[in-house]
């Protein structure tokens, strides 16, 4: 069990995560894009520093939840939980002491950890999962992503920053399954335009590690050849795929490789089949209400159904607890944002316009270039939109998609305005301060019903 407190978000979900793509932001910017602001700069990796800035981040926050634990009278017992029957929990400290719990409300909130692919065995050397990418040092000169979902997209983005070459391999013939097809396409094209490459629609038979002693950013170098006929020098991994459509398999050299297919509710010896609960297929427990089929064990976060973000957790939490104490705990799952923090942020709430279609909801729709909006301009950052998706008879709003810098900023107001079943008019007809990006908020709300006034 982990020594601190937090879970996959602080240790090595979210918060290390988010701290790369800063700093890595923040060196390309200086990098690439001072001169273009009048600012001459000579700009130098340090990764050491920046892995060290992103650990005391982690360490500060994990600090506050311990804090966080004394202020609120929250016992911490540092060792692995077992349930053991009804009402009964062992727990197993790091010297394999064991001590029982005697309770009457038992909660799983095991989280969730990497899935695996068969063929690909990660060491976390040079085939990491999400943990291992966020250690990777020094900077590996070709990095192969296995999978174009958020983490892998994330994560990718970092290391294609600070030098790599990126190429990503999918087995859907799209990017971020989740998010709206129109905002994945052009999230895709902005990516390409960065350096990344794709190869969608590519399925992963395996991913074989070469037994030569190089450095992970190093060319291999062999003794023997000439000049005229140097030796052949092997990829330290070498990655087979083939198209998901049919044809031959293909090879691609890379010096580390990112897993990220994913990730599986962790319910490893948890002893679940003491009180009679039986994961799905997936793994996943089952809940209704966060109440499992097992009285008075209770369920939450990314070990049950819904999306494995931890807002999402958090929101259950909260709902969870109210139930327990009696109180009409409540979670709307209509209203859960998603974000992906690269550059340029991907952030959405609510039907994208696919599951719009499926569900045969007539909609109209709102959209507004950043192109168009006065702040983006002036920053040189004018990459983007905002689309707003509403009901036709009623105007209500029920999806929201962006792409833009700082999205992840503004998503909020459409979460709020959701909730409280606002209608595009409704932000359409609300003052935005100006210049500012949240301005496109209103102006894409405005074209819902055509009257946009800055486009
Ligand atoms: C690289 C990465 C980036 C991410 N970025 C984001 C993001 O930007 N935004 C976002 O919303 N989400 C993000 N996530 C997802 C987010 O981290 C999870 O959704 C969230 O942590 C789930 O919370 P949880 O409480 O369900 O589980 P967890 O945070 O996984 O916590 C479960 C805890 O239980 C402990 N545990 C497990 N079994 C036992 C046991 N038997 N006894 C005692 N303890 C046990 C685990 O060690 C862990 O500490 C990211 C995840 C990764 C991997």
Redo the contacts with the bound molecule.
Sequence with gaps: ??ATL????L????IP??ALLHASEMFELASKDFAGLGIKAQVELDLPAMHRQKADSVAALTKGVEFLFRKNKVEWIK????IDGPGRVVVTTADGAAQTLETKNIVI????E?SRLPGVEVDQTRIVD?TGA?ALSPVPKRLVVIGAGI?GL??GSVWRRLGAEVTVVEYLDRIVPGADAEVATAFQRALTKQGVKFRLGQKVLKAEVNQIDIAIDQPAKFKGGTKASPPAIPDPITLTFEPVAGGPPETLGADAVLLSVG?RP?TE??GLETVGITPDKRGVIPNDHFRTSAPGVWV????TSGP??????EDEAIACIETIAGKAGHVNYAVIPS?I?TYPEVAWVGATEEELKAQGVAYKAGKFPFTANSRAKVNHEAEGFVKVLADAATDRVLGVHMLGPDVSEMIGEYCVAMEFAAASEDIARTCHPHPTRSEALRQAAMGVDGWTMQA
């Design positions: 069990m982990r937090g879970g996959t978000c240790n090595v979900g979210c995560s988010k060792g692995k939980g077992r909130a095991t989280g969730s990497p999400s966020l983490i994330e994560l990730r962790y010896g948890l939450l976060g990314d070990v494995m973000l931890a807002h999402k957790a974000v923090y």
